[in-house]
């Protein structure tokens, strides 16, 4: 049998071996190619055997990828690399997109003369782990690839980045344009990946992950990508200027799990976005303690909301009228103690949690918890008095938020009529058409909701015409100061009066002196609440409370 035959044998011997992973053997003098059958029939492709394969197949790559493989294919032919290792997406004869895994060696003669390119292909399926917008991976992959890297106690930079003037495009040009500024984006990234992995984080967030670029490198590729946005962008001739935020950790604590590394390097972009005009936000080995202090706080958090909650707590902060003075009802909401953290602020955890997947469930027990003790305590005395929970964007946004919530009440035997729902200012994220028709649902099964901290984010005017909501809750910092403050007493008296003269309620936070009491009386507000009348109190404290006895 001659050396042709022998070949052709051995071929066949391993392209019949395994379902899902193709043979390729390709004569690199002729450029002649023979393909496993399974292979040629699951993509389309016009024989066993083709001459320039590699640009055959190249046509059934995603454009997002066609880039790399091209310049892969490209090296190995001018000898200047000895394999091909790579992922990328192939579209097969139905029109979807597999997740490919193609690997390939050079084959050289004693003289080192090249010979043969052979290799095999893995066929992983349709490509679920790829983002459908940007064509990267997604925010789950992002989380298997940190958790791979804690098990292999391999350090590492995480670089977040995220767009914070996004939404001005999708209101003036619609989503699908927007769609197009993400993909735009997204091939810029694709740019960086010989030393890093991009991921898709969600939204308008995306990620690098790197075990080889140093800070510095991270650095200049965050400055490139900042350039980029402000003079680069061109979508359907229109020259766009996107505002970036960044953040980036430096990871060598493998005793921190994937999720705290993610949500505090949210937590870093959140801070880069709001407070640093987009300056990147550095966590490492330049202020190694406050980044480890942070992750270590997270990471507690996190394993305290794994064991039931433990740690959390609900207190009560009576509502009252404003006019009587009566006690109206209460918000409800949480509190955490630990050793060796002592009490921590909810007004730092909730912002360090609200992007964590755990979040959810810390808001459910927030809910259940805080009706059933009200039930029990509250409504068994004092039928009348409503309790209010805060919902943030992850949790209406999840698809069961709905059923989670009617299980909830069915129950406990919690009475709908007495649950508000305060819709916290992040969840302006959310398409507008999205929350009416949630609060729609609410609404059906006898819930009313609010919009919380109103002034902030979620402040939107015209959202009072186009969500049906029961009310607005004027956020603490528009009252601060409030007596010495004229613009203050000016925009305060123009949004109640606003807010009254359509019908809705309005609640005013952080109401401290009897003097801002009877100015925001005179404004026309209808509810108020804040020390002036109590601090949040336990269940037990709030019953004994002269405002609940009268």
Same mark, same amino acid.
């Given at each position: ?19 899902? @992973? #193709?043979?390729? =053997?390709?004569?690199?003098?002729? /450029? ?9 029939? *699951? $993509? %389309? ?109 391999? @350090? #590492?930079?995480? =670089?977040?980045?995220?767009?914070? /003037? ?9 989503? *699908? $344009? %927007? ?119 997270? /990471? ?9 909650? *433990? ?121 507008? /058409? ?117």
């Amino acid at each position: 049998m001659d050396k042709v035959a022998l070949l052709s044998k051995v071929f066949e011997a391993f392209a019949s071996s395994t379902k899902g @992973r #193709y043979v390729f =053997l390709t004569d690199m003098e002729t /450029n002649i190619s023979r393909w496993s059958k399974s292979c040629v029939e *699951e $993509f %389309g492709l016009p024989s066993e055997r083709m001459e320039n394969a590699g640009e055959i197949w190249e046509e059934h790559i995603h454009p997002m990828d066609k880039s790399r493989y091209h310049q892969s294919i490209a090296d190995l032919f001018e000898g200047k690399s000895e394999s091909h290792d790579m992922v990328y997406r192939a579209m097969n004869k139905n029109g979807e997109y597999v997740a490919c895994t193609c690997k390939g060696t050079v084959i050289r003669d004693d003289d080192g003369k090249p010979l043969y390119f052979a290799g095999t292909i893995d066929n992983h399926g349709i490509a679920s782990e790829y983002d459908s917008v940007t064509a990267l991976y997604t925010k789950d992959k992002l989380l298997d690839t940190l958790a791979d890297l804690k098990d292999e106690s391999q @350090r #590492y930079y995480i =670089l977040f980045v995220g767009m914070y /003037n996004f939404g001005e495009f999708n209101n003036v040009y619609g989503y *699908e $344009f %927007g769609n197009k500024i993400l993909r735009t984006f997204a091939e810029k990234l694709l740019e960086f990946t010989d030393d890093a992995e991009v991921y898709h984080a969600g939204g308008t967030k995306f990620a690098l992950v790197s075990t080889q670029l140093n800070l510095s490198e991270i650095k200049e590729i965050y400055s490139e990508l900042v350039d980029y946005c402000r003079n680069s962008i061109a979508v359907e001739g229109v020259n766009v200027t996107i505002t970036l935020g960044g953040s980036c950790t430096e990871v060598m604590n493998f005793n921190i799990d994937e999720h705290t590394v993610f949500s505090n390097g949210l937590l870093g972009l959140d801070e880069s976005m709001k407070d640093r005009h987009g300056e990147l936000c550095v966590f490492g080995s330049s202020n190694l303690d406050k980044s480890h202090e942070r992750l270590v706080l997270l /990471n507690a958090l996190r394993n305290c909301i794994s064991h039931d909650c *433990e740690g959390f707590s609900i207190v009560y902060q009576p509502v009252v009228s404003a006019r009587e003075e009566r006690l109206k009802g209460a918000e409800a909401l949480v509190r955490w103690q630990k050793n060796p953290f002592g009490s921590v602020s909810p007004g730092e955890f909730i912002g360090w949690l609200e992007d964590d997947p755990l979040f959810y469930d810390l808001g459910l027990w927030i809910a259940r918890n805080s009706m059933k003790y009200w039930k029990e305590k509250v409504l068994s005395v004092r039928s009348e008095l409503t309790l209010s929970i805060n919902v943030s964007y992850t949790q209406l946004e999840r698809k069961n938020f709905r059923r989670d919530l009617l299980e909830i009440l069915k129950e406990l035997d919690y009475p709908p009529e007495n649950l508000r729902v305060e819709l916290t200012e992040r969840c302006s994220v959310l398409d507008k /058409n999205f929350i009416r028709n949630e609060i729609i649902f609410l609404r059906s099964q006898g819930i009313l909701t609010f919009i919380d901290d109103f002034g902030t984010g979620f402040s939107a005017l015209e959202l009072l015409l186009f969500l049906p909501v029961a009310g607005i809750k004027i956020d603490k910092a528009f009252v601060d100061g409030i007596d010495e403050d004229e613009k203050k007493r000016i925009v305060a008296r123009a949004t109640i009066e606003c807010a009254s003269n359509i019908g809705l309620m309005t609640t005013i936070e952080g109401v401290e002196t009897g003097d801002v009491r009877e100015m925001l009386l005179g404004f026309g507000a209808s509810h108020l609440q804040g020390y002036h009348y109590s601090k949040p109190l336990s269940i037990d404290d709030f019953t004994s409370h002269p405002l609940f006895k009268e």
